[in-house]
T-cell receptor
């Protein structure tokens, strides 16, 4: 069984400020973790992923995330917010082992990021 | 590359009508998924498939059926539409370590 909790359904930051979107996961086996972004009336686009190897992963648009096994977290950060970052962000988890049901990709409920001047 | 293509993009149904949503991918992915997205609830998995000819239930399968007769296509059927099925439906495809690639969505309204 696996699940994702995203803390904060809405986050507001000023342009140029640090962006921090929180994600905690639960998984009975080692996880693969993903962050997606969704702009209005569009599908989801993959920002970054953690599968194996380095726990700090870099993605598109200057975002990065760090896998912390001891904290079961995969928080998304960006040093300096831009107006174009305003969107909804989803964290997702999948099992790294197994077959069949292990291919299920489970999403959190999303965090809407607002960027103000 | 087209990626993942969903048909149709918009549809209005009357209660009790049936319809099929088509998803096609050109990336030779083994896995395909159908999600529904509702405000405040994120994406909920309806059904998924781990390969041609296989399907499995997700979190919210009731009222939906699926088929994957060809590797590149994944069909989602509503046999008797209900207002509770008003939602945005997303199809996605993926490989084991690659995450999932999403279509642009189908906005369905059941009146």
């Amino acid at each position: 069984a696996q699940s994702v909790t995203q803390l904060g359904s809405h986050v507001s930051v000023s342009e140029g400020a640090l962006v921090l979107l929180r994600c905690n996961y639960s998984s009975s086996v080692p996880p693969y973790l993903f962050w997606y972004v969704q702009y209005p009336n569009q599908g989801l686009q993959l920002l970054l992923k953690y599968t194996t190897g380095a726990t700090l992963v870099k993605g598109i648009n200057g975002f990065e995330a760090e896998f912390k096994k001891s904290e079961t977290s995969f928080h998304l950060t960006k040093p300096s917010a831009h107006m174009s970052d305003a969107a909804e962000y989803f964290c997702a988890v999948r099992a790294s082992l197994g077959t069949g049901t292990a291919s299920k990709l489970t999403f959190g409920t999303g965090t809407r990021l607002q960027v103000t001047l | 590359n087209a990626g993942v293509t969903q048909t149709p993009k918009f549809r209005v149904l009357k209660t009790g009508q049936s319809m099929t949503l088509l998803c096609a991918q050109d990336m030779n992915h083994e896995y395909m998924y159908w999600y529904r997205q509702d405000p405040g609830m994120g994406l909920r998995l309806i059904h998924y498939s781990v390969g041609e000819g296989t399907t499995a239930k997700g979190e919210v399968p009731d009222g939906y059926n699926v088929s994957r007769l060809k590797k590149q296509n994944f069909l989602l059927g509503l046999e008797s539409a209900a207002p509770s099925q008003t939602s945005v439906y997303f199809c996605a495809s993926g490989a084991w370590g690659s995450g999932a690639f999403f279509g642009q969505g189908t906005r369905l309204t059941v009146v």
